[in-house]
């Protein structure tokens, strides 16, 4: 079974580098977006399991 994907929709560097460490870490695979635009397109896309902003 694979990990589930959480995007990540922040555009701080910083504060999207911590959820993603701290995801990661739990076994998450995660993906990081900067652009609130650029949701749908990825998610037609890839898909996800859970979306954090």
């Known amino acids: 079974m694979s990990s589930p994907l959480i995007l990540i929709v922040e ?11 701290y995801l990661n870490r739990f076994g998450f695979k ?8 650029t949701v749908i397109p990825f998610v037609y896309e890839f898909g996800i399991s859970f979306a954090v902003k």
């Open 30 to 37: 995660t993906s990081w977006l900067t652009q609130g635009d």
């Open 11 to 21: 555009d701080e560097m910083k504060i999207a580098e911590v959820i993603r460490d």
